[in-house]
Structure formats: structure tokens, C-alpha cells
């Protein structure tokens, strides 16, 4: 990663952080423009509207750009392969030179460079791969699992895109899961790996991008490990799928069924266990998620009670949680209890997120009444109506 | 910069010494009212027979009315303006009582018809409701229900899970109609709320919701043949350009990128539909994606040098 860049990344992190204690009445007006002056901005960036819009237009014209290619080298065959190779190589040339000489970041303009850049470096490698030498399939998905692994980590280290490290993580797991004893060894290297990756997220010798990077590591890790021991991943094959080997799925062993019963119980409530420990919340969320994946597995595999009751109970069992913890936490000196609290930290107070707007509006939304167009006359239109078929 | 008791603080936030779990507790709540809202729609769905309709309406009733006080007993003092409730499960639960109540009086009419032919009228009341609750609380989530269910009322289906709005079956022109109008009314909505200085904070709820409806309702008919398509593609094109521009204006950059994306939708579908050529096509986006990249990046400028 270009030193200025990684220097840039370090000082928007910390006017960020003043921006939230400023939010919440830690500081005044007076210490933010200080900290605002010692930490100055030079990169051109945009707001998050602004970004999503340029990012859109900006693939618009590249993706028409390479249209008009296209067509134009339609029957050059090996030619065209190697010309759109070309175009990925510019792109990455386009990306570096907006990251640096024109000191671009979260600009929209640079992520779609890079995401085509990448896009066309994989691809068009792979085409002329396959047309010169003709691979065995296998041969094929192997040398594109390696292909994604080497260029994805690089853009993601060298730009500081923790996205392309993520996919880069995931191409090397699935690579990984190709080979003999795939599953176990996607069992063992995750669980080794996470520890030093959560570790160098912590670390202040990297930038900030790059700590990110490792967290997206960590969490692909974690969601591979639990695909290898995951009752039902077993049983469909899920990691088969994944590596193209689904004709060989076969279930869990037999005699190993009580083992991996419990292991896909286990590595969520170890996961959170892990999380609350070290205050990780990344970890906590990861285990959260986990545990909801594996009580809707225990519900597959065990009929304990019928659907609408356990999603009444389940509801209602995680709302009073939530109200408990919250509970539990205030009651604690400073409202807080072992490092936690359920106070806003230099976040908004209560800020409903767009998003969270969104869900609500798209999730609870009834379905709507019957129009009818004018002059038709059907004697029905009750049934299903504003929600009377329980859909409210 | 800091002083000794603001380093420590936040040196103790930025080492992970204290970690605000808020985010977690929201999810869990938010999680926890839509399994229940599940489970409930199973319920009515599955048991009709097995438990009998007055014992479900009684439970559906007994929930609702239970959320309902737990919710208004935490309640926020009123106020026109923003009053926040300072417990965290204030807007879930609040939330949950408006969605069992509205399960329950469904199901009633549903069952027991007290409502006649008038029976989508349930939909109304709920709506009403919802948004008596939703002044009354505080509450934007339950306002966007009130919203929805108005919308839904209208014969419109506001989300995207559920029956798409542009899926109008044989009623296209009225629901098109009805979209637009209810689109329009909850916009005015909007405008009525900052006027008179009562939950402006409302307002961007219903003007994005509002936007949204219209521009769908537009853009569904895009792609109707002869003159009609033509008539909503340069529809879409001004009213997109329009808000896009007036939305500029006002700072507003939600609604700007909805009104610029419209519009491109709308001048590039009236162009393209008439270029028979591959490379014209191509030409057509690589060329206005240009300009419209060169215009974002100027306003951008324009904005910062203004702030």
C-alpha cells in the first residue's frame, strides 16, 4: 500500500472519531476544528450518495466502453482476449493514478476502475488460459481459484479494499477445500489462521484499510469453519457445492453424526463466547448469527414444536433477552458491566438508519387490497384481502 | 487538544475497553418482533381449525393490548417535536402492538365480517392507527407502517417482497393511477409537517416513500407500446429531472439521486428505443454517463465550496 495513502487512511480515521465525540457533546466545536487542522485531509472524497452515484455512472461508461470493444474485435478471437487483458492492466493504471497523483479516496470514480480492473484481469487471463492450453476442467477451476487468490489479494492490499481481500479469502478457502481431506483442513488452517488475524487487526503498525482487511479475514475463516462442521452442510453438500465436487457428497459419516451434532452447536456459542472475552463485537455479531443459523438447523433435524409456536417463542425469547441485557448492563456502575454497555458510544443517540426504516417499511408492509378496473363487476375479492390470511 | 479525563476516555473506547452493545440489543429486538409477526401469521394460517377463531382473535387482541400498554406506559412525554423514548425497546415493542393489532382486526373481519363489503376499510383504521401511535410515540418505524398500510389501502403494495406494485394484473391504469396519488399525498404530507412545524422530522419518511411511489408508477409504464410508452418515458425524464433539480437545491441528495436516475432512465429509454445500431446504443451510455459523471463531480464541487 502507497505510503501517503496509508498515512491518508490513518488521519480520516481520527476526524472521523472526533466527528462522533463531537455527535455526542464529548468535545466542542473548538476541539474538533483543532484536531480537524492537526489531522488535515488531502484526498478528494465524496459523500455516500454522491460516492454510490459516481460509482453506478462511472461503470455505466466503462461497461459501454467495453461494449463498444467488443464489437469491434467480435472475431479476433485470442486477439480480443488479449486486448481486454490490456484494458484490465489500464484500468489498474487508471485506479493508481487517481489514488495517487489525483489523491482520489471513497471517491466512486477509483472503486469502479478498480472492481473492472480486477473483473478484466481474471477474466481475460482465464480466456486466454483456456484457449492456449485447453485444461481439464479441474485443471481450469483450480488455476481461476489461484488466479482470484493472487490478483484480488493484491488489489485489496494495494488499494486497501477489504472486499477484494475478503473474496481473495474465500477463493483460497474453496482452493482449499478442492483438496484431498478438503473439509478437515478447511476445520484446522481457518481455525489457526483467525487468532494472528485478529491479532494484526489490533495492530497499529498497519493502516487502517489493511486492519479491516484482516477482519474480513477472520470472518471468512470463521464461516468456513463452521461450514466443515455443520450437520446440514454435511448433509447437502454445502462445501461440495462450493468446490464443484456436489457428485461426491456423500452426508456426515455415521458414527460421526453425535460429533458433528454438537460441533455445529458449539462453534457459534464458542464463537460469541470468544467475542464477549476479548469485547470483539465483530466476533459477538459472527456468533449471533452462527447460533440463529444453528437453531434453525436444530429445528430442520428436530421436530421440538411446530413452526408458528417456535417462531412465537423464539421471538418472544429474544426480545425479553434483549430486554435482560439491557437491563443487566444498566444496572452496572457507569452503566456498564465487564467492559459493555448498552449506551450509545459516540454514536448518534437514536438514530434510525435509513436502512432500518427500509426493513421495517419492506418487511411489515400489508399486502394490498384488490383494484379493480372500472366497470368489472366479480361478486369475490375478500379472500387474502389486507392481511385477513395472517400476512399483515 | 484533549484533556487527561477526554484521552483516557477515549483511549479506552479506541483499545475496545468499552464496547456499546446497542447495535447488538436493536438487531435482537427488531429480530425478535419479526419471528413473532411470523409465527403469528402462521398461526392464523395453520390452526383455524385445531383452535377455533374466537380463541385466536382472543389471543391476537390479548397481545396487542398487552404491547400496547408496556409501550405507552415507557412512552415519551408528548411533543410535537422530537421526543425520543430513553428505553431501547420502546420502538420495537410499540412496533409489535401496531402489527398484532393489525393481525388481530384482520382476522376478525376476516372471520366474523363486522365490516361487510366495506371489509378493506380494516386497512384504513389500521393505518390511522398506526399513525396516532406513531405521533404519539415518537415513532418514524411505526410512522412507516401507517404509511404502508395507506398505500396498501390504496391498493398499493409498498414493499418489495410482497405483491410488486407494478404487477397490476388487469387493473393496470387504476393501481398506476392510485400509485401516483398516494405517491403525491404522502409528499404533501411531508410538506404539511414542516409547514406547520409538527414532526418535521417525519418528513423525509413520507417524501422518500412518496418519490419512490411515483417514479415506480411512472417508470412501470415505460415500456408500453406505441404512443403511451413514449408518454411515460419523457414523464419519467421531467418529473425525474425536476425533483433531481429542486432537490439540489435543497440539499437533499436522497432524493436528488432518486430524480437523477430517473431521468436517465427516462431520456436514455426514449433515445434507445428509437437506435436500432449496437454501437450507437454503446455510444449513447458511454457518452451521457460522461456528462453525467462530469455534472455529479461539478455539483459535488459546488456543494463543498458552498458549505
Given at each position: ?392 | ?218 417508470l412501470?409504464?415505460i415500456g ?5 410508452g413514449a408518454?411515460f418515458q419523457l414523464?419519467l425524464l ?27 432512465i427516462g431520456l436514455s429509454a426514449l433515445v434507445v428505443s ?34
Open positions: 500500500m502507497r505510503d501517503d495513502l496509508a498515512a491518508a487512511d490513518r488521519r480520516f480515521e481520527v476526524r472521523e472519531a472526533a466527528r462522533g465525540w463531537q455527535r455526542a457533546g464529548a468535545i466542542d466545536e473548538a476541539t474538533r476544528a483543532k484536531i480537524d487542522a492537526a489531522y488535515p485531509d488531502d484526498r478528494s472524497r465524496l459523500g455516500e450518495i454522491f460516492r454510490v452515484l459516481v460509482f453506478g455512472f462511472t461503470l455505466v461508461v466503462l461497461l459501454s466502453a467495453l461494449g463498444i470493444l467488443g464489437l469491434m474485435v467480435a472475431s479476433a478471437g485470442d486477439k480480443a482476449a488479449f486486448l481486454f487483458f490490456l484494458c484490465g492492466i489500464g484500468l489498474a493504471a487508471l485506479t493508481e493514478a487517481q489514488i495517487g497523483a489525483f489523491r482520489r479516496r471513497q471517491g466512486g470514480t477509483e472503486a469502479a476502475t478498480a472492481f473492472l480492473a480486477v473483473l478484466l484481469v481474471i477474466g481475460a487471463s482465464l480466456w486466454l488460459y483456456y484457449q492456449g492450453l485447453r485444461p481439464r476442467d479441474e485443471l481450469a477451476i483450480n488455476a481461476a481459484l489461484v488466479l482470484a487468490v493472487v490478483v484480488l489479494g493484491a488489489a485489496g492490499y494495494r488499494w486497501g479494499y477489504a472486499l477484494f481481500v475478503g473474496l481473495a479469502t474465500v477463493a483460497a478457502f474453496v482452493l482449499l477445500a478442492r483438496a484431498p481431506f478438503g473439509r478437515l483442513l478447511c476445520a484446522i488452517v481457518p481455525l489457526a489462521l483467525t487468532p494472528f488475524v485478529l491479532r494484526a487487526s489490533d495492530s497499529s503498525d498497519l493502516a487502517p484499510s489493511h486492519r479491516r482487511s484482516c477482519e474480513a479475514i477472520a470472518v471468512v475463516a470463521l464461516v468456513f469453519v463452521y461450514l466443515a462442521v455443520h450437520l446440514a452442510s454435511w448433509d447437502l453438500g454445502i462445501l461440495e457445492v462450493l468446490t464443484g465436487h456436489w457428485r461426491e457428497a456423500s452426508g456426515a459419516p455415521r458414527p460421526f453424526r453425535p460429533f458433528f451434532a454438537v460441533a455445529t452447536a458449539l462453534v457459534p456459542v464458542l464463537t460469541l463466547a470468544w467475542g464477549i472475552r476479548s469485547r470483539r463485537r465483530l466476533l459477538i455479531n459472527l456468533g449471533l448469527v452462527g447460533l440463529l443459523a444453528s437453531i434453525v438447523t436444530l429445528r430442520v433435524y428436530v421436530h421440538v414444536a411446530p413452526l408458528w409456536l417456535a417462531l412465537i417463542v423464539g421471538g418472544g425469547a429474544a426480545i425479553g433477552l434483549a430486554l435482560l441485557l439491557q437491563r443487566y448492563l444498566d444496572s452496572g456502575a457507569g452503566r456498564e458491566r465487564g467492559g459493555f454497555t448498552a449506551e450509545p458510544v459516540f454514536t448518534e443517540p437514536e438514530g434510525r438508519s435509513a436502512l432500518e426504516l427500509a426493513a421495517s417499511a419492506a418487511s411489515f408492509a400489508p399486502a394490498p387490497r384488490p383494484v379493480q378496473q372500472p366497470g368489472f363487476q366479480g361478486g369475490g375479492g375478500r379472500s387474502g384481502g389486507g392481511g385477513a390470511t395472517g400476512n399483515y | 487538544m484533549l484533556t487527561r479525563k477526554q484521552t483516557a476516555l477515549f483511549g479506552r473506547v479506541a483499545r475496545g475497553g468499552l464496547v456499546s452493545v446497542r447495535l447488538e440489543l436493536r438487531a435482537l429486538l427488531y429480530g425478535g418482533v419479526l419471528a413473532v409477526m411470523g409465527g403469528v401469521g402462521l398461526l392464523v394460517q395453520q390452526n383455524l381449525d385445531r383452535i377455533g377463531p374466537v380463541a385466536i382473535a382472543s389471543v391476537l387482541w390479548l397481545g396487542a393490548l398487552g404491547t400496547l400498554v408496556w409501550a405507552l406506559r415507557h412512552a415519551p412525554p408528548f411533543s410535537w417535536g422530537e421526543s425520543t423514548s430513553s428505553h431501547l425497546a420502546f420502538d420495537y415493542i410499540l412496533l409489535l402492538g401496531v402489527l398484532l393489532t393489525g393481525a388481530a382486526l384482520a382476522y376478525t373481519e376476516g372471520q366474523f365480517t363486522p365490516l361487510g363489503p366495506a371489509w378493506s376499510h380494516h386497512l384504513l383504521v389500521i393505518s390511522l392507527f398506526a399513525g396516532v401511535l406513531a405521533v404519539r410515540g415518537d415513532s418514524r418505524m411505526v410512522a412507516s407502517i401507517s404509511l404502508t398500510t395507506f398505500a396498501a389501502w390504496c391498493g398499493v403494495a409498498a414493499s418489495p417482497f410482497g405483491r410488486a406494485f407494478w404487477d397490476f394484473g388487469s387493473a393496470e391504469g387504476p393501481l398506476r393511477r392510485n400509485a401516483i396519488v398516494t405517491g403525491l399525498l404522502f409528499v404533501g404530507l411531508g410538506y404539511a409537517l414542516i409547514r406547520n412545524g409538527k414532526k418535521a422530522h417525519f418528513e423525509p419518511l413520507a417524501a422518500h416513500l412518496g418519490w419512490l411511489l411515483v417514479l415506480a408508477a411512472i412501470s409504464g408500453a407500446r406505441r404512443g403511451a408518454a414523464g421531467v418529473v425525474g429531472a425536476g425533483l433531481a433539480f429542486f432537490s439540489f437545491r435543497a440539499g437533499r441528495f436522497g432524493l436528488f439521486g432518486m430524480g437523477l436516475v430517473a431521468a436517465y428509437g437506435i436500432r445500431d449496437e454501437f450507437l446504443g454503446f455510444s449513447w451510455f458511454t457518452c451521457t454517463g460522461v456528462a453525467v459523471l462530469a455534472t455529479l463531480l461539478l455539483a459535488h464541487k459546488n456543494i463543498k465550496a458552498r458549505s
